[in-house]
């Protein structure tokens, strides 16, 4: 089974910054694309970052130039810098990480972080 671990949340004031990270561990997984969504007043999830296991990045339109996603394969890792932040950037991020094994890929999430940016 696999398993995200979300850390790094919490309350900053706006124009601050945080880290959120989230390892992922699974016997016989490896983790293609890796990213964060956050949830929306309507309790859907839209994406903020996603990250291949090549490097290659794609971003939401409001957090670009303000957020950076990376990720270190060799602890099946990914980060998310939130520079800049806003207090519309209030609400839970969730990790999701692509787990493939054998010919099959899984979708996974993380228990969500809260982040709060007082005005």
């Known amino acids: 089974q696999v398993q995200l671990v979300e850390s790094g949340g919490g309350l900053v004031q706006a124009g601050g910054s945080l880290t959120l990270s989230c390892a992922a561990s699974g016997r016989g997984f490896s983790f293609n694309t890796m990213g964060w969504y956050r949830q929306t007043a309507g309790m859907r999830r839209e994406l903020v970052a996603t990250?291949?296991?090549?490097?290659?990045?794609n971003y939401a339109d409001r957090v670009k130039g303000r957020f950076t996603i990376s990720r270190d394969n060799a602890k099946n890792t990914v980060y998310l810098l939130m520079n800049s932040l806003k207090p519309e950037d209030t609400t839970v991020y969730f990790c999701?990480?692509?787990?493939?094994?054998?010919?099959?890929?899984?979708?996974?999430w993380g228990q969500g972080a809260q982040v709060t940016v007082s005005s």
């Open positions: 999701n990480a692509r787990a493939q094994a054998g010919p099959y890929e899984y979708q996974y």
């Open positions: 990250i291949t296991s090549g490097g290659r990045t």
